[in-house]
């Protein structure tokens, strides 16, 4: 492939397939991580909160766990959101795809100087550009990150490159600078810089490595202490990397096993076999960067120094596809390189089935992409024991009101993620939604233990409470669900419903289901909404009801102890608490209740509701 002018027909040609490929992505919807991130984020609804975007961390995700500093990542979500008139998926997709086609053009104004083909060139964008492992950067609109920090680099190459004059000013660092604000990652900017003008130049480099040190210190300053990047152990997850190197290889050529939730577990032991292959790789990888001509050897280290910052610093999950973005770069421009110099006339003809392969796998990841229902279920037909997969899945026919299949995909995924808080959350939101009571406090309690700093495991628990009208626990548990996230607006909405509900209309209430429905969860509801309206005799009654039907109900002996706390009668508020330990060891509201009142009884001072 010698080098020549493309003519246009071929820019065309390329230009068409990449269109192709992705024309059946802009109606996908919003997944993931899009959902805190974009969906229920009020922040990026007003452009006027964009000076916050630089200095408050809270205005990327409505979730503490998950706030990270990217003010221009979430500046680009806030000008969608404003330019669409809304959660328009098809302007963010727009947005995304447009950056995307840049991102191509800066490639090929880079390769046809390393490759020395202008056919060449355009071959290895068209390949970066149809791959499918690229789709998920694509279609994944809050991953747009990945797509913003590697255009930065792809720019600065190119500006440093073909701008000499421009160099002692560092115009060349501006696109770097804006994309480190858009996902740290960029920051391996550097090092890829010093591999492109060579060990005997580092001199060059030293503004780059200045500028992107301080930017990764500014990030490590902004984000916040909530975030909580995983829970893999970081020797674990190390040890683990080679492997997913040798996995991304693979992908390149051969991306049939992409998911979006691939649920490799990290390895525990260096010794394990797959993890020997991995170094093995990684060992065979660093021998071909050292032996292979310069444009291999460059895209190779690319490919190795792109996958460094999700190599080293220890995230939830050990991988995922869309962090193949930056690294194909790279691999697609090394392999082209080997292949250019054995070029053959017959090859063009195998290249051209190649990128319509491509295509076609594309079209069809962005048709996984679609819906929420159709993503999950791709990951649990790809993702064999993928507990997190399958819970999604479950989470997803909840919301179609497929509670007994939801069930059963719930209950699968216990099976690989026994000790997991969410998956214990949504699997008493299922029980609760078929009545089966039991079972739904059961997990609300579990999910409280496994994970205790999780708003949502208080505020589902307390929504149900609310739903089988055990109103003042419903109160208790909103409240702790915004004393760990303060901006819980429908814990905050929950609340001030059942805070605001009159005690007339709360007695009404409790009665006509009873009359529908004699239980004694329906009787402890009536006897609450008594004590709310101070008719103690009647919540006494009420209580005891319930316990004629139900003799070993805890919750009803901390009703009648709450009562008799409210009437002063220390000793039968001691009585009936320690009854509802006895028949409930863990049942932290009783034993508040007896300890509270102890202490009345030994000290004289006003009482409180401990309901």
């Given at each position: ?98 950056w995307y086609l840049l991102q191509l053009g800066l490639m090929f104004a880079l390769f046809r100087t390393l490759l020395a083909s202008d056919w060449a060139a355009l071959f290895a964008v068209t390949w970066y550009g149809v791959h499918p492992a690229m789709a998920e950067t694509v279609n994944y609109i809050c991953q747009r990150g990945d797509l913003y920090s590697t255009l930065a680099i792809v720019a600065g190459l190119v500006i440093y490159d073909r701008k000499p004059a421009w160099r002692r000013y560092g115009i060349y660092l501006i696109p770097v600078v804006l994309g480190m604000l858009a996902k740290p990652p960029a920051f391996v900017f550097a090092p890829i810089l010093l591999a492109y003008v060579g060990l005997k130049n580092w001199r060059a480099t030293v503004p780059a490595f ?402």
């Amino acid at each position: 492939m010698k080098h020549n002018s493309i003519r246009w027909w071929a820019w065309a040609a390329a230009l068409a397939l990449v269109l192709l490929a992705y024309s059946n992505h802009f109606g996908n919807g919003f997944h993931f991580d899009d959902f805190h991130t974009v969906v229920n984020n009020p922040a990026i609804r007003d452009l006027h909160n964009l000076p916050r975007f630089f200095t408050d961390p809270a205005t990327t995700s409505v979730l503490p766990a998950n706030r990270v500093w990217r003010p221009v990542l979430v500046t680009s979500l806030a000008l969608d959101y404003r330019l669409g008139g809304g959660l328009q998926p098809w302007a963010f997709h727009a947005s995304t795809f447009a950056w995307y086609l840049l991102q191509l053009g800066l490639m090929f104004a880079l390769f046809r100087t390393l490759l020395a083909s202008d056919w060449a060139a355009l071959f290895a964008v068209t390949w970066y550009g149809v791959h499918p492992a690229m789709a998920e950067t694509v279609n994944y609109i809050c991953q747009r990150g990945d797509l913003y920090s590697t255009l930065a680099i792809v720019a600065g190459l190119v500006i440093y490159d073909r701008k000499p004059a421009w160099r002692r000013y560092g115009i060349y660092l501006i696109p770097v600078v804006l994309g480190m604000l858009a996902k740290p990652p960029a920051f391996v900017f550097a090092p890829i810089l010093l591999a492109y003008v060579g060990l005997k130049n580092w001199r060059a480099t030293v503004p780059a490595f200045v500028v992107c040190g301080a930017l990764l210190v500014l990030h490590v300053h902004m984000t916040p202490k909530s975030y909580v990047p995983g829970i893999v152990p970081p020797f674990d997850y190390i040890i683990t990397q080679p492997y997913v190197a040798l996995r991304y290889f693979r992908s390149f050529f051969l991306p049939l096993w992409l998911t979006a939730d691939t649920g490799l577990a990290p390895f525990t032991t260096a010794a394990a076999p797959a993890a020997l292959a991995g170094f093995a790789f990684l060992t065979a990888l660093l021998w071909a960067i050292w032996r292979a001509p310069r444009p291999v050897a460059f895209g190779l280290l690319w490919f190795l120094l792109a996958l460094l910052p999700t190599a080293i610093f220890p995230l939830s999950e050990v991988e995922n596809d869309h962090r193949m973005f930056m690294p194909f770069v790279g691999l697609v421009l090394a392999v082209t390189a080997w292949i250019v110099p054995y070029w053959k006339r017959w090859y063009t003809p195998m290249a051209i089935v190649l990128l319509l392969a491509c295509a076609v796998g594309t079209w069809k990841r962005n048709q996984v992409w679609h819906t929420e229902e159709s993503l999950w279920r791709d990951v649990t037909e790809k993702s064999l024991g993928n507990g997190r997969g399958l819970m999604n899945y479950g989470v997803v026919l909840m919301g179609e009101g497929r509670m007994a299949e939801a069930q059963t995909y719930l209950e699968r995924a216990v099976q690989f993620t026994p000790n997991y808080g969410l998956l214990a959350t949504n699997l008493g939101v299922v029980y609760g939604a078929q009545g089966k009571a039991g079972e739904a406090e059961q997990q609300f309690r579990r999910a409280i233990v496994l994970a205790p700093d999780d708003p949502g495991s208080y505020f589902f628990y307390g929504r149900w409470l609310s739903q089988v009208g055990r109103k003042n626990e419903a109160i208790a548990m909103l409240r702790l669900s915004l004393t760990k996230d303060g901006d819980h607006a429908e814990a905050e909405t929950l609340l001030a419903t059942l805070v605001n509900e009159t005690p007339e209309t709360a007695v009404a209430a409790a009665r006509l289901e009873l009359k529908r429905n004699p239980s004694p969860e329906t009787y402890l509801n009536l006897s609450l909404a008594y004590a709310q309206a101070r008719n103690y005799p009647a919540s006494l009654s009420a209580a005891r009801d319930a316990l004629k039907l139900r003799p070993d109900y805890a919750e009803a002996y901390n009703d009648i102890a709450a009562i008799y706390e409210e009437l002063h009668d220390w000793d039968r508020a001691i009585q009936a608490a320690a009854q509802a330990l006895r028949i409930k060891p863990d049942f932290e509201l009783a034993r508040n209740n007896l300890l509270y009142s102890q202490k009345q009884k030994d000290v004289s001072h006003p009482p409180g509701n401990r309901r």
